[in-house]
């Protein structure tokens, strides 16, 4: 094989590896939950400013933690069996804090507020949320260190509700900075993507608004009783 096949092969590897990257940190950032709850609500309420923001606090966190896990230190979670119960306590409480905050705003917010209107604190939520939220945690320290190490990766095997169905249908080779920089790419595509939809909706029906908020609230409520319940049963 003569170099130059030789570096389009290489090249197009890396390519396959990072849009695999891509698509898995899709898969891992668009499925419902708490974080999109708050983004939700950011975006069809405070604009599309305010709803990338609050995708970059919990993005913020998936960086430290990969950086914690290159680091070694996020593995002291396992060997300190207290730390994960008092997570889920932190996060419960937290997360029905926050439901409050979304209650308020689904009944002051009847439309759209718009762009550098209203107080936006969804970067610190998330940010919070994600810091002390133990499936994320686990994540890390489980298909995280995964992705540093020689091996493969069933992509859709780890998403939620789909996981089983679509098992198998993309594995990749991990250990590469592409599969790395592809799966953060992905998770930035997301919190571009999703608030400006979302955004873009709340500008035509101003209805969006406060309906977006309360289902924001519901999510964060039920989330935050289900964590709390198992910090509490972990403890007993």
């Known amino acids: 094989m003569s170099a130059d096949s030789r570096l ?3 090249s197009a ?3 396959a590896t990072a849009l695999a990257g891509v698509v898995f940190g899709l898969a891992i950032a668009a499925p419902p939950g708490p974080m999109n709850a708050i ?3 950011e975006s069809v309420i405070r604009g599309w400013l305010a709803g990338f923001w609050a995708g970059a606090g919990a993005m913020l966190a998936d960086v430290l933690f990969f950086v914690l896990v290159l680091a070694g230190v996020v593995t002291v979670i396992d060997h300190v069996p207290v730390i994960r119960p008092l997570l889920y306590l932190v996060g419960g409480v937290l997360m029905l804090y926050f439901a409050i905050g979304a209650i308020n705003d689904a009944r002051s917010a009847s439309s759209f507020i718009g762009e550098n209107n209203g107080s936006s604190k969804g970067f610190r939520k998330t940010f919070a949320l994600s810091l002390t939220n133990p499936y994320q945690i686990g994540f890390w320290l489980t298909v995280g260190v995964g ?6 990766l ?3 095997a780890h998403v939620p509700t789909v996981g089983d169905s679509l098992s198998g249908t993309l594995v990749v080779e991990t250990g590469s900075p592409a599969l790395i920089a592809g799966f953060f790419g992905g998770i930035v595509v ?3 993507a999703y608030p400006a939809a979302l955004a873009a909706a709340g500008r035509r029906v101003d209805a969006l608004a406060p309906v977006i908020a309360a289902l924001s609230a519901v999510v964060l409520a039920g989330f935050g009783a289900v ?3 198992i910090g509490a049963l972990s403890l007993l």
């Open 8 to 10: 389009r092969t290489v």
């Open 13 to 15: 590897s890396l390519i």
């Open 154 to 156: 069933d992509v859709f």
């Open 147 to 152: 992705l540093l190490e020689s091996g493969t």
């Open 39 to 41: 983004i939700a609500e």
């Open 190 to 192: 997301w919190i571009v």
């Open 227 to 229: 964590f709390l319940g």
